[in-house]
């Protein structure tokens, strides 16, 4: 298709990747499974599997998708025509827009967070009030709903402008502004008295800590934040130019992911342990930890708080924003090019499916909390659905795909990799498929 649309430069395309890896997922888990799985212990095999299993995930989907300039669905029926695999292209139209429903309403909790941050509401409330917030807010229906419409609007605008115009725009110019704002939130938690204890949390080597859960949550982690396994990585790559090195843009992306989870990591920990509490996983630590900080640091500077949690829920209401729009993307590229909707026309259904299921999520905090589905509320069920399963079942079929069913020399022309290349086939090949079973088992098992 000689109309379609490309990034318009190297730089472009790991924005635009690093921005679909950079989210929710390197601020509120990253740092806290650092900690708990033993310090730097714990990044060095986070280290090692993001080479040795993410990365190889990350390259069989960048093939696939470069080398045909489709998006998941047609990039199976292209490669293989009239076989099962079309059924790998749909799940993983599907499983994105799943995590998008969800994520939308984390999303707009931020779109919240940072209108109270800007309202001043962290810096002159009272610490008890402020840390009750959080619950009576999402468990309210209309705020959160009207807040999930907000984000999936603000998603929707930008994808619809185009993968150039929209996305490539939006990244390129949000991603430096993020890693500049968490870097300024980075130094300002380390210069707080007692945040050492914070430092100490992620860098002190622990290997007792290193357990075999401790192991596959780091492989767990390393897959989730690089969004592989559900054919955004194969999207985005489809819209790569042929003359630009994948190896080069899967480095870039990974790097740039650790390098931000870790700064995030030293923005967040710190600040915690200064304020005296227990670290905290997922939507807590964000939603109720830091915002008690912000209110502890107003009773004495009001303006630094009211900057500090200012930006700080702007970079996470952007880095939610620049993931989200990935997702929407596999959906909207598979209307376009196998239904023939127009662009608008597909964002519009997709908006109101992804809308409709987030608010039911949404609600699933609130009014309708007692619906459970396996035992879970329909939120938890989405997010426990698509990351403990869909993903890695993705990522799974992707490297057989790319390492069993696509001729080698495809393979070897897309990733131009030289003598590495045989190293990068065997990992693709052998060790990310039985690396993710491996995780697979563990999660079951422990
Ligand atoms: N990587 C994202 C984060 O760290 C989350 C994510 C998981 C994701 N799977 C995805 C984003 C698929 C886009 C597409 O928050």
Redesign the pocket.
């Known amino acids: 298709m000689d109309n379609r649309e490309t990034f318009g430069s190297r730089f472009a395309v790991i924005m635009a990747m690093a921005g ?7 601020i509120w888990r990253f740092p806290y499974i650092v900690g708990q799985g033993g310090g730097s212990a714990f990044i060095i095999v986070y280290l090692i599997s993001t080479l040795v299993i993410s990365l190889p995930i990350f390259l069989s989907e960048a093939v696939i998708g470069r080398k045909t300039h489709k998006g998941t669905f047609g990039a199976m029926q292209q490669l293989a025509p009239g076989t099962p695999w079309r059924w790998l292209g749909l799940l993983t139209v599907v499983s ?1 827009l799943i ?1 998008l429903s969800y994520y939308s309403v984390v999303g707009g909790w931020s779109v919240e967070f940072l209108f109270k941050a800007l309202t001043l509401g962290f810096s002159t409330g009272n610490e008890a009030e402020i840390t009750g917030f959080f619950g009576s807010f999402i468990s309210s229906p209309w705020g959160p709903l009207a807040c999930h419409t907000v984000f999936l609007g603000i998603c929707a605008l930008i994808v619809v402008a185009g993968v150039k115009k929209g996305i490539e725009t939006f990244s390129t110019w949000t991603m430096p502004v993020l890693f500049v704002l968490i870097v300024f939130i980075m130094i300002y938690a380390l210069t707080l008295p007692g945040s050492g204890a914070g430092v100490d949390y992620l860098l002190k080597p622990d290997f007792s800590k290193l357990t075999a859960s401790a192991v596959a949550s780091a492989m767990g982690q390393s897959f ?4 592989l396994g ?1 054919g ?1 990585i194969l999207t985005y790559a489809s819209y790569v130019h042929k003359d630009e090195n994948l190896l080069g843009s899967g480095i870039g992306t990974a790097g740039f992911d650790l390098l931000f989870a870790l700064i995030a990591g030293f923005a967040v920990m710190p600040a915690v342990f200064a304020a005296g509490i227990e670290p905290a996983a997922g939507p807590g630590l964000v939603f109720e930890t830091l915002p008690y900080i912000f209110a502890k640091m107003g009773a004495s500077t009001p303006w630094l708080s009211a900057l500090v949690s200012i930006l700080f829920f702007l970079t996470i209401l952007v880095a939610a924003v620049s ?1 989200a729009i ?2 929407l993307e596999v959906g909207v590229a598979y209307l376009v090019e196998e239904k023939h909707f127009t662009r608008g026309k597909a964002v519009a259904v997709l908006f109101v499916g992804c809308w409709l299921l987030g608010a039911l999520c949404s609600l699933s905090f609130g009014p309708l909390a007692g619906v459970k589905i396996f035992g879970e509320t329909l939120f938890s069920f989405c997010d426990k659905l698509t990351s403990n399963f869909l ?1 890695a079942f993705g990522g799974l079929l992707f490297t057989i795909f790319a390492g069993w069913r696509m001729d080698r020399a495809d393979v070897r022309d897309e990733l131009r990799a030289g003598k590495a290349f045989r190293v990068l086939y065997f990992l693709i090949r052998f060790v990310a498929p039985a690396a993710i079973v491996l995780i697979f088992l563990t999660n079951l098992f422990l």
């Open positions: 679909s890896a950079i989210g929710l997922g390197n994105p995590i989730f934040s690089l969004s559900v955004t993931s990935s997702m993903m």
